[in-house]
């Protein structure tokens, strides 16, 4: 089993920056590919960025392409999501996720691939 838990979450002016950790315990997912999502109020949970297990493969949602970058340190089974020139439509809970199974390359978009899930971590932007 793994948990997961995002931290760094606040509030942040349009235009600030944030760094998202997620740390995974119970089990390292040094052989998961990880992923970040989000849920803004009344919307349906997104994609916002995956990462490979081998960590060479990287993924963005158009919205945040050119933003956010994801990365992964596997001595620490952590993974981050670095945010700049937030928005305010970037405002939401962010997500960490766990995907187990996939091969090394390949990066999980859609949430069905992921097992495990963090509680989440709000971000907020003020405009």
């Known amino acids: 089993q793994v948990q997961l838990v995002e931290s760094g979450g606040g509030l942040v002016q349009a235009g600030g920056s944030l760094r998202l950790s997620c740390a995974a315990s119970?089990?390292?997912?040094?052989?998961?590919?990880m992923g970040w999502f989000r849920q803004a109020p009344g919307k349906e949970r997104e994609f916002v960025a995956g990462i490979s297990w081998g960590g060479r493969s990287t993924y963005y949602a158009d919205s945040v392409k050119g933003r956010f970058t994801i990365s992964r340190d596997g001595a620490k089974n952590t993974v981050y999501l670095q945010m700049n020139s937030l928005k305010p439509e970037d405002m939401a809970v962010y997500y960490c996720?766990?995907?187990?199974?996939?091969?090394?390359?390949?990066?999980?978009?859609?949430?069905?691939?992921?097992?495990?899930w963090g509680q989440g971590t709000q971000v907020t932007v003020s405009s």
């Open positions: 996720a766990a995907a187990p199974g996939l091969v090394w390359t390949v990066v999980a978009t859609t949430a069905t691939q992921y097992s495990y």
């Open positions: 119970g089990r390292t997912v040094s052989s998961y590919a």
